[in-house]
């Protein structure tokens, strides 16, 4: 469900030369490792791009947050994040969201919130990442 930083820039392309560039520049071989290290004593997971399946993942595979791509590759929408029962409480589902919108940040693209988890969690707790949603989908705070 929790996502970690990718960076690269962005590719204006159509949608499958953008997924053609994003695989082979990006991604090295449909995986990529975007974050490894300690923060606050624990040890950060591994998120990684499964292309195959199109979502950020632990390198374990057992957590998740699934991606579309829409509008030609310009917004990313993360339709559902999934952790595990053994592993909640970790801050996983955060670490793939925050990966997920570092990318569609660093790409110039815009983050469509379908996943509760992401509108109703993580957007609320981490303001900072409403300038990477798409506009027809921010929430008003009134």
Excluded at 91 to 105: I, M
């Amino acid at each position: 469900m929790y996502a970690s930083k990718p960076s690269s820039r962005n590719i204006r392309l159509g949608l499958d030369a953008y997924v053609t560039a994003f695989r082979t520049e990006f991604w090295r071989s449909g995986e990529r490792e975007m974050a490894a290290g300690a923060i606050g004593g624990r040890e950060v997971p591994k998120i990684v791009w499964n292309e195959r399946q199109q979502r950020f993942e632990t390198e374990d595979k057992e957590a998740y947050a699934q991606c579309v791509l829409r509008d030609g590759g310009k917004s990313m929408d993360i339709v559902h994040t999934f952790v595990p029962s053994t592993k909640r409480g970790l801050g996983l589902a955060s670490h793939l969201c925050v990966s997920a919108f570092s990318h569609a940040k660093s790409h110039s693209m815009s983050v469509i919130p379908t996943c509760s988890y992401v509108s109703d969690t993580f957007l609320p707790r981490n303001p900072s990442w409403n300038s990477v949603v798409h506009s027809d989908h921010l929430k008003s705070n009134i």
